[in-house]
């Protein structure tokens, strides 16, 4: 290797260590905020904030099944005690009567504060009696132990009244004991990890600790046969992560042999099937780290689509080594290198317009496209010409080049055909355009069959229906906000009345603002003036007043209590209500209130503008959940395809300036139209509804292609004359169409979009391009 040679390869390698350590230590995500905006609406933000550190987020359902009913309540219970110890939990339920003791403790010793029954009218003389007489009628339900044994203390019933409000037909069936599924054939669970939910390495490792003390507790409890089931947000989350790293790796790997293979019969060299591959790996790198860099954090969609780079990236390496003869690097800079360039540059107006997107996994796509085609376009120009060994050459492709040649000038006869075929295919397309795009986020969901069945059966287990209309409420600081959830609360409990809606959560139930605690507590009378009106509230009763001693006790340190603050919650898992609908903001604080469907409706049954109507003006945001993310996804693909529209007429624009003729253009620009009509209507016939990733690999095409267009513009007539030329495009396309083509296998929606549209796009792009040869002037 000569002394320039070697300096350059030192150099080459130095920048690849530092780019490969800024990697090292980068981050990298398959969260959903690769589809989340920048800078998010009222609406977009509850939602980013959800899936961003909502902590539903955080919940874990858990199903055991296998033993009997009473070996899986045991088990559950081995299970609760050990999660509770462990670091990465904050909260385990399973409907233990003991596990419940500290909640019914906390509701007991705060009942005057939080019930909202209790008014200055609740104590009055015909207060009294009307409350103690409807405590005394319960001895007879159900509930008659329970307020036999606390009528002493709570003869006005608060605490009942408060175990009410709990809405307990939502609770969980119960068995031996334990929460348990409808039909009593497995135990469940919940649990809240303390990690946020966008942390999916947190979340992996509580999954990791989950499983271990499973495997635990199942030893301990004797029940070998028993198997665990878990469902949540951050199981999708560690799944998608785990399935994309396992895909990428899978895709790269196939696409590297493959391509190795292609180049090593082509080049019949390993020092230049190694060299070929330089631009690619540098290219792959640099884009990481541009990202890296920019964003703080590489989405796993964007190391999937740098996988696919593999192919395109390789191309120019393949221009240089077939295109050079006898080592001329000087010629082919002055003969070839202009029309690579005015293809990369094509690329880059194409990739550069995303941006300007508001959502940043879009524009890390398009950062990654810029950095790693700029890279591999580089490395070939500047670092390939100095490591190219001299007398080095592949073998000689002429013949291929001859062939295809021949098929090429054959070519431009369908150049009509193709054409009346394409406005076909286009009028097809927009008199069916409304179905042809699929405007709903789940179509890129990686989230198995399996997992969403357990996910389902698990939340109708635990009477967890899916919160899609929420009710925001947001104020400056925790008070106004609890104070303005209690304004909402009023109207929907009239809702509720009405049978509008069946029922909502909300976290003052628990924590009321300090200003309702306050008026409470002024509402309670002193001893003194409890002593005289029970007598009077008790004339026609068989309760006598001597009785009621622990009564006025209780009321009386209850008018001299601190008011409930969140502190007051630790240790009960009413904890785990607040946390999840009383959310700290950046700006401030805001309410959820989760409304639920009357009795035996579906959610949709819910008449969201009735609603809004009956919100209006009062401050109170209603959010349909799934609304605002089909609609944040559809604006997410409104965008996409407007830049691209930008995207194709800065690369017109960059043609014309630079090929200073329309007809030229012309020739240029429309078998890559056509290519990408004719791709479309493949995918429409074959029932696929457009999403994203395809759109992106119709600009792929786009950048592609215009390779292969500019190719044929240069040599017109004259491809009998430049074998090698011709075959380099030839085998160019193959790594492509190897590259893009493998993805098409992806189990990941967006990576099989991305191989579907770009594997076939390719090829025919190139045999398009053809279609359109300049014809040799006649002699």
């Not at 709903?440 to 059966?457: G, V």
């Not at 104020?475 to 809606?501: C, F, M, P, Y």
């Amino acid at each position: 290797m000569t002394i320039p040679a070697l300096r350059t390869f030192v150099l080459w390698s130095m920048a690849m260590l530092a780019g490969a350590a800024i990697v090292w230590h980068g981050r990298f995500s398959a969260d959903m905020s690769f589809f989340l905006p920048a800078h998010p609406s009222a609406s977009q933000q509850v939602l980013v904030d959800q899936l961003r550190e909502g902590a539903v987020t955080r919940l874990l359902m858990l199903g055991i099944s296998g033993g009997d009913a009473g070996q899986r309540a045991t088990l559950s219970r081995e299970l609760r005690a050990r999660l509770a110890s462990q670091p990465e939990f904050i909260a385990v339920r399973n409907g233990e009567a003991h596990s419940l003791d500290a909640d019914r403790e906390f509701l007991f010793r705060h009942r005057y504060l939080l019930s909202p029954a209790v008014t200055p009218e609740r104590f009055s003389v015909a207060g009294l009696r009307a409350a103690i007489a409807e405590s005394i009628d319960l001895l007879s339900s159900p509930a008659g132990l329970l307020v036999k044994r606390l009528l002493p203390q709570d003869p006005t019933g608060e605490l009942i009244g408060l175990l009410l409000g709990l809405d307990a037909g939502a609770q969980p069936a119960s068995r031996a004991g334990v929460w348990s599924s409808r039909d009593g054939e497995r135990a469940v669970l919940l649990a809240q990890t303390a990690a946020l939910g966008s942390d999916t390495d947190a979340q992996a490792r509580a999954l990791d600790v989950l499983r271990v003390q499973f495997a635990a507790a199942r030893a301990a409890a004797g029940v070998p046969a028993a198997s665990l089931q878990i469902a949540g947000p951050a199981v999708f989350a560690v799944h998608a992560r785990a399935t994309i790293q396992a895909e990428v790796a899978r895709l790269s790997l196939i696409s590297t042999l493959a391509i190795a293979g292609l180049l090593y019969f082509v080049y019949r060299s390993f020092r230049l099937m190694s060299l070929g591959l330089l631009p690619v790996v540098s290219g792959a790198l640099a884009g990481m780290v541009a990202v890296s860099l920019a964003f703080g954090t590489v989405f796993g969609i964007t190391v999937g689509f740098g996988s696919a780079l593999i192919g395109e990236a390789v191309d120019y390496s393949i221009y240089y080594f077939v295109q050079t003869k006898g080592g001329d690097t000087t010629t082919w800079r002055a003969r070839f290198w202009p029309t690579i360039r005015l293809g990369v540059l094509t690329s880059v107006c194409g990739f550069a317009v995303l941006l300007l997107s508001g959502f940043p996994g879009l524009a890390q796509l398009g950062l990654y496209s810029l950095s790693g085609l700029l890279t591999a376009a580089a490395v070939t120009r500047f670092v390939l010409p100095q490591l190219l060994p001299i007398g080095v050459e592949p073998r000689d492709l002429s013949a291929l080049g001859q062939a295809f040649a021949r098929l090429a000038a054959w070519l431009p006869r369908l150049r009509w055909p193709l054409i009346v075929l394409a406005t076909l295919a286009a009028a097809s397309l927009i008199a069916n355009r409304d179905p042809l795009w699929n405007q709903e986020l789940a179509a890129l969901s990686t989230a198995s069959t399996e997992d969403l069945a357990i996910d389902h059966a698990l939340r109708a287990d635990l009477g967890a229906p899916d919160a899609r209309l929420l009710v925001v409420v947001s104020a400056a600081d925790r008070e106004q906000a609890l104070q303005a959830a209690e304004r909402t609360g009023a109207q929907l409990d009239r809702l509720l009345a009405a049978g509008v809606i069946g029922g909502y959560d909300s976290p003052v139930r628990f924590l009321p603002s300090a200003a309702t605690q306050l008026a409470r507590r002024a509402s309670l009378p002193s001893a003194a003036q409890l002593r005289e009106r029970l007598p009077l509230a008790l004339a026609d009763s068989p309760l006598a007043a001597s009785k009621l001693e622990p009564f006025l006790r209780d009321i009386d340190a209850a008018r001299v209590a601190p008011i409930i603050g969140p502190e007051a919650l630790h240790g009960t898992s009413l904890a785990l209500a607040v946390d999840a609908l009383l959310l700290p903001r950046r700006n401030g604080w805001s309410v959820l209130l989760p409304l639920r469907p009357p009795s035996g409706d579906h959610l949709r049954a819910l008449d969201a503008e009735a609603l809004r109507a009956t919100l209006a003006g009062s401050g109170a945001l209603l959010i349909d959940m799934k609304t605002e993310v089909d609609k944040l996804y559809a604006h997410y693909l409104d965008e996409a395809r407007l830049l691209s529209l930008g995207g194709f007429v800065a690369i017109v624009g960059l043609l014309g300036a630079t090929l200073r003729s329309p007809r030229r253009v012309l020739r240029v620009i429309m078998p890559l139209l056509l290519t990408v009509l004719l791709v479309t209507a493949a995918l429409k016939l074959a029932g696929v509804r457009l999403q994203l990733l395809h759109l992106v690999g119709m600009l792929l095409i786009v950048a592609i292609g215009s390779n292969y267009a500019l190719f044929f513009d240069r040599l017109g007539g004259r491809l009998a004359g430049e074998p090698r030329t011709v075959a380099s495009m030839l085998i160019a396309c193959l790594t492509t169409a190897i590259g893009f083509g493998t993805l098409a296998t992806s189990q990941v929606p967006v990576l099989q979009a991305l191989g579907i549209t770009v594997g076939p796009g390719a090829v025919l792009a190139l045999l398009l391009s053809a279609c359109f040869i300049q014809p040799a002037p006649q002699a």
